[in-house]
């Protein structure tokens, strides 16, 4: 049906490859290109001689105009961009140039600042829709999911969703005192920027970590839980009528934050340069360096994730509670594809989401996040190739008390 060029041979990426790989009848071509190409020959190596053709490149998806010679030269329908957020803008650049389909499964963040917002991306709009091209933002797990659970509760249950608190919970153990589950330079800026929240029109800024709850998650158990900004916030804020409140938790175990804490302290999670013999380092990509690579973990971690989205709002003029969430293994995950679950969550969605659009399932041009489609074809695909999902009408809600961890 139609031909993929995936960029990048990371975590996510592999699973994403694998997923194309299974949904053959879809994907009857890859492309894998990424800036290590010896990166894509192994996944070609391990995944070749099925239906799908798969082909491999070397980009550096910094470069416009390789990668416009790139999609020149392979064709795509779709380019899946499985990078780093810092190559989104380049990517869509080069989708706009060759009128090819665009996703990606995080938003655009500047490599010299920890910020990340929709807006530089959200202004290709009127370009995409001129261009009569789709792009597809945010087509993980969360933001990804998160956002199609909030369409179908939106479409199926309620008249008016008013509280989003989404829950993003890794019961998983890999053993190590400090590692993260995917990558590393990413995760530690997300996690030690600033915690945001929305509620009644406006952005409620924490302190990193500020703000604790406790909740007990189906199938993994109880555990502690943080107040993060997460990307997904600020569309679902935009796209979602009559919300009042939106926030975002995820799950850190004590080991994790003490470890971060002491790296902060002494200066490890800077993006600041520093001079290092004689040479301009940034002190995170370093402790990336020296981190154990996420793709390395699927072997060893054991446990659970559970993520998903607790709704409060109205159906018929009456208050009504809805839970969707899924729980997924990380041995089961490593099983079938040789990774763990963090990736198998966002990779499996990245498929699904172009699938959604060389289907023409989804079929409008411009620039959208995953909110603003039918959610129905993709929550039947969720249930198809990996990420059943579990509904519970009577949910305990996270509690409303003003628990902080700093006074
Ligand atoms: P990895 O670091 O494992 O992989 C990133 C890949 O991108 C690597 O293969 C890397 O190449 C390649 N790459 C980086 N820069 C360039 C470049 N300039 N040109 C070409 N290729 C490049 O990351 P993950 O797989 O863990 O994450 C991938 C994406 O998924 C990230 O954007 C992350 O934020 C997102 N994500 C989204 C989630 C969600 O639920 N929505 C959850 C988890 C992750 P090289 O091998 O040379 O370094």
């Known amino acids: 049906m139609g031909k993929a060029l995936i960029i990048g041979a990371g975590g996510v990426a592999s699973v994403a490859v694998h997923k194309c790989v299974q949904n053959s009848e879809v994907f009857e071509e890859i492309c894998i290109a990424s800036r290590t190409k010896s990166k894509c020959d192994e996944l070609k190596a391990k995944l070749d001689g099925g239906k799908t053709k798969i082909t491999t490149a070397q980009v550096d998806a910094d470069n416009v105009e390789e990668?416009?010679?790139?999609?020149?030269?392979?064709?795509?329908?779709?380019?899946?961009?499985?990078?780093?957020p810092y190559q989104d803008l380049t990517i869509m650049d080069a989708c706009l140039a060759t009128k090819t389909h665009y996703m990606d499964t995080a938003n655009y963040e500047p490599e010299d600042t920890a910020k990340f917002e929709y807006k530089w991306q959200w202004e290709y709009k009127e370009r995409f829709e001129k261009a009569g091209i789709t792009a597809l933002l945010g087509s993980g797990f969360d933001p990804g999911v998160t956002g199609v659970f909030s369409a179908y509760a939106l479409k199926h249950y309620?008249?008016?969703?008013?509280?989003?608190?989404?829950?993003?919970?890794?019961?998983?153990?890999?053993?190590?005192?400090?590692?993260?589950?995917?990558?590393p330079e990413i995760n530690i800026r997300e996690v030690s920027a600033n915690g945001r929240y929305w509620e009644n029109g406006e952005w409620i800024e924490t302190e990193p970590m500020e703000i604790k709850r406790v909740y007990n998650f189906a199938e993994v158990g109880e555990k502690d839980m943080y107040l993060l900004?997460?990307?997904?916030?600020?569309?679902?804020?935009?796209?979602?009528?009559?919300?009042?409140?939106?926030?975002?938790f995820m799950t850190f175990g004590q080991s994790y934050l003490t470890h971060l804490k002491a790296l902060e302290n002494v200066g490890m999670t800077s993006i600041?340069?520093?001079?290092?013999?004689?040479?301009?380092i940034i002190p995170l990509q370093f402790l990336k360096a020296v981190l154990p690579d996420p793709a390395t973990l699927g072997p060893r971690t054991v446990g659970?994730?559970?993520?998903?989205?607790?709704?409060?709002?109205?159906?018929?003029?009456?208050?009504?509670?809805?839970?969707?969430?899924?729980?997924?293994?990380?041995?089961?995950?490593y099983k079938e594809v040789g990774s763990q679950a963090v990736s198998y969550t966002t990779g499996v969605p990245a498929m699904i989401g172009a699938a959604m659009i060389l289907t023409g399932k989804w079929n409008k041009a411009g620039v959208y996040n995953?909110?603003?489609f039918d959610p129905d074809p993709f929550m039947e695909e969720l249930n198809k190739w990996g990420l059943p999902w579990v509904e519970d009408f009577n949910p305990v809600l996270v509690n409303d008390e003003p628990v902080k961890t700093k006074d």
């Open 158 to 183: 309620f008249d008016e969703i008013e509280y989003i608190d989404i829950l993003d919970c890794n019961g998983g153990d890999h053993g190590y005192p400090f590692a993260t589950n995917f990558n």
């Open 272 to 280: 600041e340069p520093i001079e290092f013999e004689g040479k301009q």
């Open 370 to 372: 995953i909110e603003e």
């Open 229 to 248: 900004y997460h990307e997904e916030l600020e569309s679902l804020a935009k796209n979602m009528p009559g919300l009042k409140r939106i926030r975002f």
């Open 304 to 333: 659970k994730t559970n993520i998903g989205c607790i709704f409060r709002g109205k159906k018929d003029g009456k208050e009504k509670t809805y839970y969707v969430y899924n729980v997924c293994d990380h041995q089961e995950c």
């Open 67 to 84: 990668l416009i010679a790139l999609i020149n030269e392979v064709k795509p329908d779709i380019v899946m961009n499985l990078a780093l």
